[in-house]
């Protein structure tokens, strides 16, 4: 099993978190406000050593953001006494309270917060994984740069071939599938990627380019109110986005998608933004789950049947008591849990009361591009320039550091004035 990881008797308990994302990083986060580190032995596991924004990895994507200003090195935030340890989990028995990572590493816990975040979910979809492109990492934001600037680069090789226009046809026709919040940004950051640079590079190939949003749904943004959904779609229509609602995909393969509608559309780059799933744990104990993977929490974010254990964000399945459904996998949701989950740890080492955790949305902002955006904040709805200010600040707020914030503020303002830079390293 590997080596144990105890180091005898403590006179701290053992706080594990698993997970540097949202949920997890700021669990630690609050946890400092509270006054809490000096009550723990505190132990993260992670897959990587750095905080990554993922609400902003699609810019990365479509080449409007550098990929160095959407993370933030965990080491720059935490002391040396909290213990990053970069690894993944591969069991949790919660009876003898020990989880074992991939690396075989054993490590003991009094206190458990899981977070591991998400991974693709591809539906079963024959082909998805290996001929789409996901958007969870930020190697793989990296990989869609760089195919996107590698299919302009041979387009503009075959323009004038025409025995290779079935070739260029494919080349230029960029799919997205899946149309939640990142899919919607996505196409609409592509279509300002042509409009705004491609059309100044590549201007021979800037008209030929078709961009599509395959939509399995009736509508966008099913997360949110119907009239941000529609709204979204007339923006995109305007932008030149195809969109094909009801539309589910069968088949990826190296030349295009399959609908089950039997239509086949030809393309070499699909982007799979169709929804996610937990990332797989194997637990030991006593725990119920949802069919998509999610575990079943008190509203204190406690496990059932052991009080020792919270789980939040994208891992947990909580009802909202208004609408009896799952509360979203939306990172205001994992950012609410994680200031709960804080205050509860240190609570139970003070003998406090708990805290449950009620979740009451702060809005939703979709971003549609350069200076446009959706904005719904109680029974105010806007578009607009307004909406796509109020979108940034929000986004820029939520950064770790006041350097990334000056950073990826002047990218934006850079971006407004010349066009993005497009190179394939």
């Known amino acids: 099993m590997g080596t144990m990881i105890n180091p005898g008797r403590l006179t701290k308990p ?4 698993i997970g540097s994302g949202f949920a997890g990083l700021y669990s630690l986060w609050y946890l400092k406000k509270q006054g809490g580190w000096p009550d723990f032995d505190i132990s993260l596991i992670t ?10 990895l699609h810019e990365v994507a479509a080449g409007s953001l550098s990929a160095g200003n959407v993370v933030e090195p965990l080491r720059n935030k935490f002391p040396a006494n909290i213990k990053i340890i970069l690894d993944e989990v591969k069991t949790v028995n919660l009876d003898s309270r020990q989880v074992v990572t991939k690396a075989g590493r054993s490590l003991v816990y009094d206190y458990l917060v899981v977070a591991p975040g998400t991974r693709t979910n591809w539906f079963k979809v024959s082909g998805a994984l290996e001929n ?15 195919q996107l600037i590698a299919n302009l680069e041979q387009a503009t090789n075959l323009w004038e071939d025409s025995q290779q226009q079935l070739k260029l046809e494919k080349l230029l026709t960029w799919v997205i599938v899946g149309g939640g919040p990142t899919g919607v940004e996505m196409a609409a950051e592509l279509s300002h990627l042509v409009k705004g640079t491609v059309v100044k590079l590549y201007p021979a190939l800037a008209a030929k ?6 939509q399995r749904g009736s509508e966008l943004l099913k997360e949110f109110s119907p009239r941000f959904g529609q709204q979204a779609r007339q923006k995109l229509t305007a932008q030149g986005v195809s969109i094909k609602f009801n539309s589910e995909v069968t088949l990826v393969n190296q030349v295009g998608l399959q609908l089950k509608s039997g239509e086949f559309i030809n393309s070499q780059l699909v982007i799979w933004l169709a929804g996610v799933k937990p990332v797989a744990i194997a637990w030991q104990g006593d725990l119920d789950m949802v069919n998509n993977g999610r575990i079943k929490i008190q509203s204190n974010l406690q496990l059932f049947n052991y009080s020792n254990v919270y789980v939040l964000g994208d891992s947990a399945a909580l009802l909202d008591k208004e609408t009896n459904k799952l509360l979203p996998q939306l990172a205001q949701v994992a950012v609410g849990q994680a200031k709960i989950t804080a205050h509860n740890l240190w609570a139970e080492r003070k003998n406090k009361p708990l805290k449950e955790f009620v979740y009451k949305s702060k809005g939703n902002l979709v971003s549609l591009g350069q200076w446009l955006a959706l904005a719904e904040i109680g029974n105010w ?3 607009g320039p307004v909406a796509w200010w109020l979108w940034r600040t929000v986004y820029l707020s939520k950064l770790l550091s006041g350097r990334k914030k000056i950073q990826v503020a002047w990218e934006w303002t850079w971006n407004i004035f010349f066009p993005r830079n497009l190179y394939k390293p």
Do not use: D, G, Q
């Open 47 to 56: 897959s990587v050593n750095y905080f990554l924004f993922t609400p902003l």
């Open 209 to 214: 380019i078709k961009i599509i949003l395959v």
């Open 14 to 17: 053992r706080l594990l978190i």
């Open 381 to 383: 709805f806007f578009e």
């Open 132 to 146: 789409s492109w996901p958007l969870k990492t930020l190697a793989e934001a990296l990989a869609i740069k760089n």
